[in-house]
């Protein structure tokens, strides 16, 4: 049995505990009640930025004159691919916070996230597989796109496996932490492998320093999808702190049930 870190609710403590501004809500127990209000909202607007990004991919889009239809498959692969390389610095952002401030919250958003930047990594792969055997004529090819981003799920299982494999919650957290911050400079070399290397692998079709290179119905449809995503992944690592905190400092989890609404 691992030895539950101590709690200090900022409801017990008084005033000073709880600080100003938004360092607040570093503590389990005012970041509870918050988490549960925002979930049903996040889960509500993804689904229906969801539903409009499909019907504008699939239904209103037209027809790529090039590739046919099998490039709507790319609506999901490429919300994926952002999605996957976002969470991933999310969590590496949270990682550095806990290493640097100690702060538990910012270690149990670290695990919440790596699910669901797993799942984004998976869908990234497998979509692109569906996309690449009409394309491409194969399956699979060591693309150096394709094999970093599969090293990018290598990363997310090893947190996880990392994560699993010691009941010492303080030494599985900072362990997975440094093991984040150490994977970071995978993720640009996903973005710009299409640059640094001669890659089967199509180039951005969107970025920032150069207008579209598709419709802007289709450039609507994609960033209609990366919204859904962001939503979703955001309503359920929020489901999954709230247990996590749950798990790990019930007190906090009932003083955050019972902690008057903020002002």
């Known amino acids: 049995m691992h030895k539950q870190p101590a709690f200090d609710s900022p409801y017990a403590a008084g005033p000073s505990a709880s600080g100003g501004g938004w360092m607040r809500y570093a503590s389990p127990a005012v970041f509870y009640p918050l988490a549960g209000r925002l ?21 209103v889009a037209p027809t790529d004159s090039q590739q046919g239809e099998v490039y709507r498959i790319l609506f999901i692969h490429v919300a994926a691919a ?7 610095l999310v969590m590496a952002g949270y990682a550095a916070l806990g290493l640097i401030y100690n702060t538990r919250l910012s270690f149990m958003m670290m695990r919440a996230l790596a699910p669901t930047g797993a799942l984004f990594t998976f869908l990234t792969l497998w979509t692109g597989a569906l996309w690449g055997k009409p ?8 693309d150096a796109r394709l094999t970093s981003e599969l090293i990018l799920l290598f990363l997310y299982l090893g947190f996880m496996a990392l994560q699993a494999a010691t009941d010492d919650v303080r030494r599985a957290d900072r362990g997975g932490a440094i093991l984040l911050l150490a994977g970071v400079v995978n993720v640009p070399i996903i973005y710009f492998s299409v640059r640094w290397w001669s890659t089967l692998h199509q180039g951005a079709s969107i970025n920032l320093t150069s207008a579209p290179s598709m419709a802007r119905i289709m450039v609507a449809a994609m960033l209609l999808m990366v919204a859904a995503f962001w939503l979703y992944s955001a309503a359920v690592a929020l489901a999954r702190v709230r247990g996590l905190i749950a798990e790990r400092e019930p007190a906090a989890a009932r003083a955050g049930r019972s902690a008057p609404e903020a002002p």
């Open 39 to 59: 979930i049903p909202v996040l889960a509500l607007a993804a689904a229906l930025f969801a539903c409009a990004g499909l019907y504008v991919g699939l239904a």
């Open 82 to 88: 952002w999605m996957s390389m976002f969470l991933y």
């Open 135 to 142: 394309t491409w004529g194969a399956w699979w090819v060591w």
